[in-house]
């Protein structure tokens, strides 16, 4: 996920941080604010949408 928001938007990210939460945990905040998070279930990960993702960044660069 984080290598395709790379990809496509290359030159428009300044920072990229990526911080390891218990069991595979992440969320994703752009300019502080949470725009995606992987949440763990005890049945299942749940990850965030690219589209929506990319659409977040887009709306912001």
Same mark, same amino acid.
């Given at each position: 996920?984080?290598?395709?928001?790379?990809?496509?938007t290359?030159?428009?990210?300044?920072?990229?941080? %990526?911080?390891?939460?218990?069991?595979?945990?992440?969320d994703?905040?752009?300019?502080?604010? %949470?725009?995606?998070?992987?949440?763990?279930?005890?049945?299942?990960?749940?990850?965030?949408?690219?589209?929506?993702?990319?659409?977040?960044?887009?709306?912001?660069?």
């Open positions: 996920m984080a290598s395709e928001a790379l990809t496509r290359g030159d428009n990210i300044s920072t990229f941080k %990526l911080t390891p939460g218990e069991h595979g945990k992440f994703i905040t752009i300019d502080g604010e %949470l725009v995606g998070e992987h949440k763990h279930t005890p049945d299942a990960h749940l990850f965030p949408d690219l589209q929506d993702l990319m659409r977040a960044i887009n709306d912001r660069i």
